[in-house]
């Protein structure tokens, strides 16, 4: 199995000045893998919920509360596409942010983006350890949770890569992250495979 470092080197060159977009559910580690992910491309980690309170200078509980949804997603499209034109980085978005077309867009012309998939179990597991979750204060935070998943999924499933989420090392998700990258958008040759080819003739 290749070093997570020496792969990390080689992605970080091929990404240039693209960032890795990452996305999913509420709960699915997009911020957690993110980071360990950032450190190893030594690249900076941006959440963009965290400047989506920053720019508005209010919480996204009180945001949600005070202006409603509509409101927040417009917010959430313009910061996303101010820090999509800032540079590579590891940007973890929020769980509906992949859901606008616009933003899908501007991820595809900018960046990769990573679908961290979650089974159900997992993620509620998650999510109710902090009252954090704006569209989940409901009387079945399950079900809506459940209902999410079915309408979300579909569009998840555009991003570049998919890794599975789960109750692992977190070192283990990046390097299967890592691989991904390398294996299908970047098309980075297996250094093993390149040493076996013969060495190039001289011209004559």
């Known amino acids: 199995m290749q070093d997570n470092s ?11 000045d693209r960032s890795i977009v990452m996305v999913g559910m509420m709960g ?7 980071k360990r992910l950032s450190n190893i491309l030594e690249l900076r980690f941006v959440d963009a919920d965290d ?8 919480s996204i509980n009180d945001i949600f509360a005070q202006f409603g949804e509509g409101h927040f997603r417009d917010g959430e499209r313009r910061v996303i596409a101010r820090l999509l034109a800032s540079g590579p980085q590891v940007l973890s978005t929020g769980g509906g942010a992949f859901m606008s077309e616009e933003t899908r867009h ?21 999510v109710m350890r902090r009252d954090n979750r704006p569209l989940l204060k409901t ?5 809506r949770m459940r209902e999410l998943l079915e309408i979300r999924n579909p569009i998840y499933a555009l991003a570049d890569i998919s890794v599975e ?7 283990i998700i ?14 980075l040759p297996d250094p093993a495979s390149a040493s076996e080819l013969p060495p ?5």
């Open 6 to 16: 020496s792969l990390a080197r080689r992605v970080r060159l091929a990404l240039a």
């Open 28 to 34: 699915c580690g997009k911020s957690a893998i993110g």
């Open 51 to 58: 400047e989506i309170e920053k720019a508005a200078g209010m």
């Open 106 to 126: 501007l991820v595809k012309e900018r960046g990769i983006s990573v679908w961290l998939r979650a089974e159900l179990p997992i993620l509620m597991r998650r």
């Open 139 to 143: 009387p079945n935070p399950e079900g």
């Open 165 to 171: 989420s789960r109750e692992v090392a977190h070192d």
């Open 174 to 187: 990046v390097g299967e992250i890592l691989t991904n990258l390398a294996q299908g958008p970047l098309h």
């Open 200 to 204: 190039k003739r001289p011209a004559t």
